[in-house]
């Protein structure tokens, strides 16, 4: 029996600027609106959505996004939805890393069930050593890789190993160069650092999926500082689960659980940092995260 009602076609989106969405289907590429009634619902595509959509006019490509199938997770800043792995592109050098960043980073994935990466970029400039020797410690996966000279990139084109994928980091630490490296033709637009700054002029605008190395690749707009609060809100007996190496010190302080490792006589934490078994820098990060949540009400949580 033949029917009327045209099968709903699935895509992935791939990009969404101005209210328009780049969708990906078996049958190609779609532009695409989404239905007001999203908007009513305080829902918004993202790109790494997959989508049902009604194709309003064939020949033009047009149609319309019908509904978002069921999410793994959702990023606000990247906004970007589905995502499995990060890779958290830093600079060795020019701008600086931030570890607090890095840290920042590393704990929205840990509660959004997203595995991070390392990604150390510019070896060429600075052999970045001591980022290393900080995240290969407290057992993070660490890839140094140059855009520029290509050292490192074929591992890091095995680690997308046909995930959804995203490069996250600082503005002008090479995401878009590195995505341009490992596409057959240059994708991205790069920009120059400011010179009297020393930081990136935010070139890439908008989350763009790139089909590369068997899986998928985000490029993201880098920023500036990264505020918990506002994109990760926690409660602060949370914060504490975001720190993976942390794990084997709970309950050995002398104030056992309820020890925030941080003015506490007898911590355990605060013990192996002095020891040199957890990295000093890891241990700051939480404590700045600490203060930065613990003013927070119940209802400012999710
Ligand atoms: N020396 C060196 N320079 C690099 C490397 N990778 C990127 N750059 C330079 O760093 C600058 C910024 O690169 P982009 O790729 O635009 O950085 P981005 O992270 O995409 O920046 P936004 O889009 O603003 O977030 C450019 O001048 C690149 O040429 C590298 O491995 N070594
Ligand atoms: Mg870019
Ligand atoms: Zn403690």
């Not at 328009?20 to 078996?26: D, K, M, P």
């Not at 830093?90 to 600086?96: D, I, L, M």
């Not at 994109?231 to 689960?241: A, C």
């Not at 002398?254 to 006589?265: A, N």
Request: include cysteine.
């Amino acid at each position: 029996m033949s029917t009327l009602i045209p099968e709903p076609l699935e895509g992935l989106i791939c990009k969404g600027v101005g209210g328009f969405y780049a969708v990906e289907t078996e049958r190609g590429l779609y532009v695409c609106k989404a239905r007001g009634l999203f908007r009513k619902r305080g829902l918004t595509p993202l790109a790494g959505d997959r989508a049902q959509i009604a194709v309003t006019h064939e020949g033009d490509r047009e149609a319309y996004i019908e509904a978002i199938l069921p999410r793994k997770n959702a990023l606000i800043r990247p906004p970007v939805a589905n995502l499995e792995r990060m890779f958290i592109v830093v600079a060795a050098t020019s701008p600086e890393p931030s570890c607090l960043v890095i840290d920042k980073l590393i704990a929205i994935c840990e509660r959004k069930e997203i595995d991070p990466v390392l990604v150390v970029n510019k070896v060429d400039l600075d052999p970045g050593d001591a980022l290393a020797e900080v995240y290969g410690g407290a057992g993070f996966l660490v890839l140094p890789v140059s855009a520029e000279t290509g050292v490192g990139l074929s591992a890091l084109e095995r680690e997308i190993g046909g995930r959804l994928c995203a490069f996250v980091g600082h503005s002008g630490v090479g995401k878009s160069s590195l995505l341009n490296r490992l596409m057959p033709v240059p994708v991205a637009e790069v920009g120059a650092l400011s010179e009297k700054l020393e930081r990136g002029r935010h070139t890439t605008r908008h989350v763009e999926l790139f089909s590369c190395a068997g899986g998928l690749i985000a490029d993201t707009p880098g920023f500036g500082d990264l505020s918990l609060v506002q994109i990760e809100p926690l409660h602060k007996d949370e914060v504490f689960d975001c720190f993976r190496e942390f794990a084997p010190y709970f309950g050995r302080c002398r104030f056992g659980g309820s020890c925030y490792h941080d003015q506490e006589p007898g911590c355990a934490v605060k013990q192996a940092v002095e020891d040199g078994v957890l990295a000093r820098s890891r241990h700051e990060s939480y404590l700045a995260m600490l203060h930065e949540v613990k003013d927070l009400k119940a209802w400012e949580l999710p």
